[in-house]
């Protein structure tokens, strides 16, 4: 017919827009981009300066750096708190200039470290603030509001109807996130967003942070200052230093395993051969046979959760006479056995080996599990 | 006062309980009249300044300047002008909320706090909407507490304008200062004082109804 004789090319790519690998993420891609800030002598000074970057659909972007390297001002160009001097920034290709601030800003969930919280509104309110600037109708959001606070551990029958300051600060923050989460986002912008909470609240917070990540698929952009967090976090780290420009964007196994110059590698510290370590989780690794399948049993050794990582297991290798620790699984059975010479291995391995197929949407430089399956449930750890 | 004149004279009080009401309704309503119309043009000055910022010095100024007029002098500039009436009355107690009220507005959507005011227009808040639903509702409790020094300060303000025909309970002390009958003027007064105390009881009231969210933390479970 003729008047889809000038459709196909158009077809094609909304087909592609519309099953990106992760589900509903968008992409997010810097060109050029360039801040300046106006100083006092009437000079300029560039908070971001010439900034190329690419954050594929799902992708969670950590933007680290020391304080004044703009990676805030690179968030808050995204929704266009901020605009650029020069260059682009374009989500899912369309160039945010070209778009209407507000609801552009209702399409992208927002969460600053000091939370924003709208303290006269109770967590409901506060928690439906998108959906109700969408429209939504009123009982649409109440479903919406219990399931995101059902999502991310709080009782809405206990939480709905009370104000933040009633909240701890952890719930608090958590209740930021579900915010941002409300209207889903494909796109979803965290400035430091668990740095004001203690640490063991902040471990649980990011754990519970990446399964939501994962279930809902957004793609996020992350500022943080803390190394540690964005290795933990990011499919992607971008270490941006003074002057707003950008040292280095790797995975983060590549980041620790080859840093680009000295300036990131005492950024990321002198202990990133550690912290390569906290990347690989030892269920994932092919560990040796348990011990006492000749019926002997071993001398007792230090036994470490198969979900801990590697670093966990090198430090109860070394606390080990043997040398070696004892792997146990979710329900305390010896599974096998782990030692110094293969934690060493690991290290040895070339920085790519980690890396999983571009498909992975983990991406957070897993080796292949392999062997030591047959050894289930042979000894008890007790 | 003449030498078998008594303090109080209770008898006067109950015969003049219906002149005593009226005199009540006449200065809630001056109050109210003072307190309502100064409050809107104050909310319409902020308005204004923060759209153009530059009109804060003057209009501060301006209220400011307005606040040092004497009453009386004010009242004897007007008179000639807009007569002994309710209007003359009403000009001069609206100026002195204004310097209270645009302050108290000022202040109160300042106290906003940054990060809220961040993330209301990064979630897509018009400006409108940041107005109305976060700053306005966060400002109440400072701008009760201009409003609650307004009312109780025009309260008093208002028996003045009892020298220009108007005056509320006014009108017992100036009879009463007048005549040397001390039950005029002391009828006068003490309803005055407990009509502000009152007045300022009221606005507490309001407050605590309207802003839940800054006592239900007490409330915690």
């Known amino acids: ?382 | 006062m003449t030498p078998n004149e008594p303090l109080l004279r209770w008898e006067w009080i109950l015969d003049h309980a219906d002149e005593i009401w009226q005199r009540l309704l006449e200065h809630v309503t001056l109050t109210v009249l003072a307190v309502g119309i100064g409050f809107a043009l104050s909310f319409v000055a902020v308005v204004l300044i923060r759209r153009y910022h530059y009109l804060r010095e003057p209009l501060t100024w301006l209220t400011g300047v307005l606040y040092t007029i004497p009453s009386l002098a004010l009242f004897a500039v007007l008179v000639p002008v807009t007569g002994l009436t309710r209007v003359t009355a009403e000009i001069g107690l609206v100026s002195y909320t204004l310097l209270i009220l645009i302050r108290s507005i000022l202040d109160g959507l300042l106290s906003v706090p940054a990060e809220v005011r961040e993330t209301a227009i990064g979630m897509g808040c018009t400006s409108g909407q940041l107005l109305w639903r976060v700053e306005i509702p966060l400002a109440v409790p400072v701008v009760i507490g201009g409003l609650r020094v307004a009312t109780v300060t025009t309260i008093g303000l208002v028996t003045v304008t009892a020298l220009i025909g108007q005056g509320g309970f006014g009108y017992f002390i100036l009879l009463g200062m007048q005549r040397f009958f001390s039950t005029a003027l002391i009828v006068g007064a003490t309803l005055s004082i407990l009509l502000a105390i009152l007045a300022d009881g009221l606005l507490v009231l309001a407050q605590h109804w309207t802003t839940p969210w800054t006592w239900e933390r007490r409330r915690q479970a």
């Not at chain 1, 778009?99 to 470290?113: E, F, H």
């Open chain 1, 1 to 382: 017919m003729n008047p889809s004789s000038s459709l196909p090319s158009l077809s094609s790519d909304v087909s592609l827009e519309s099953s990106p690998p992760q589900g509903r993420g968008a992409a997010v891609e810097f060109r050029h981009v360039t801040v300046c800030y106006g100083s006092d002598r009437g000079g300029v000074t560039a908070a971001v300066n010439d900034l190329s970057l690419r954050v594929s659909p799902g992708e969670i972007c950590v933007l680290v750096g020391p304080s004044g390297c703009g990676k805030t001002s690179t968030l808050r160009l995204v929704n266009r708190l901020l605009t650029p001097a020069s260059g682009q920034v374009l989500i899912d290709n369309q160039d945010v200039a070209s778009l209407d601030p507000v609801p552009l800003r209702r399409r992208i969930g927002y969460v600053i470290q000091q939370i924003g919280l709208f303290p006269h509104q109770t967590i409901a309110e506060n928690v439906g603030t998108v959906p109700r600037l969408l429209k939504w109708p009123a009982d649409r959001i109440r479903r919406r509001v219990d399931e995101l606070l059902a999502l991310i551990g709080l009782d809405p029958a206990r939480v709905r109807d009370r104000y933040p300051a009633q909240l701890s600060g952890g719930e608090r923050q958590r209740v930021g996130v579900a915010r941002a989460l409300a209207a889903e986002p494909p796109l979803l912008l965290m400035d430091e967003p668990f740095a004001a909470v203690d640490p063991i609240v902040r471990e649980r917070l990011q754990d519970e942070f990446l399964r939501l990540q994962r279930a809902l698929g957004p793609t996020v952009l992350f500022v943080t200052h803390d190394v540690d967090e964005a290795i933990k976090l990011a499919t992607h780290v971008a270490v941006m230093r003074q002057g707003g420009r950008l040292a280095q964007y790797s995975p983060p196994a590549e980041l620790l395993a080859s840093p680009a110059d000295e300036y990131v590698a005492r950024f990321v510290g002198a202990d990133r051969t550690l912290k390569r370590l906290t990347l690989i989780t030892l269920g994932d690794l092919a560990w040796g046979p348990a011990p006492g399948d000749d019926g002997t049993q071993a001398a007792p050794m230090p036994a470490v959760s198969s979900a801990a990582n590697a670093r966990d297991a090198l430090a109860a290798v070394l606390a080990s006479p043997t040398r070696e620790a004892m792997v146990v699984d979710g329900r305390g059975r010896c599974v096998g056995v782990v030692t110094l010479n293969m934690i060493a291995a690991l290290l040895a391995a070339p920085a790519e080996a980690p890396q999983p197929p571009s498909g992975d949407p983990d991406g957070r430089g897993r080796l292949v599990r392999g062997g030591g399956a047959g050894a289930e449930g042979i000894c008890d750890s007790e």
